[in-house]
């Protein structure tokens, strides 16, 4: 359990990466003179916001619950695949 608080912490860096991104961005919309692409500049910012704060925000979760979303997820896919099997050869932590 405490890997994962771990990882929690390491959304920083994606996080930081997708604002960087959206920093050029604007700052490139400022150079521009073209209407559509102002409008398509900051849609694409939008986006880049909206994006850091979803990673951010599991990243929060993970430190504060311990459990990881994605692992959750994944166990949950694999238990639908391979049916009633799954429990017996690998149990779901909570």
């Known amino acids: 359990m405490g890997m994962f608080r771990l990882l929690g912490l390491f959304a920083i860096i994606p996080t930081t990466v997708l604002l960087t991104i959206s920093f050029f ?17 900051y849609v694409i910012s939008t986006l880049l916001w909206c994006g850091a704060l979803l990673v951010f925000s599991l990243g929060i979760y993970t430190i504060s619950t311990g459990r990881c979303i994605m692992q959750e997820m994944m166990q949950c896919k ?3 695949m391979m049916g009633e099997h799954m429990p017996k050869m690998m149990p779901m932590q909570k």
């Not at 073209?34 to 500049?41: E, P």
């Open 78 to 80: 694999m238990q639908g």
């Open 25 to 41: 961005v604007l700052f490139t919309l400022r150079k521009t003179e073209a209407g559509g692409l102002k409008v398509f500049g």
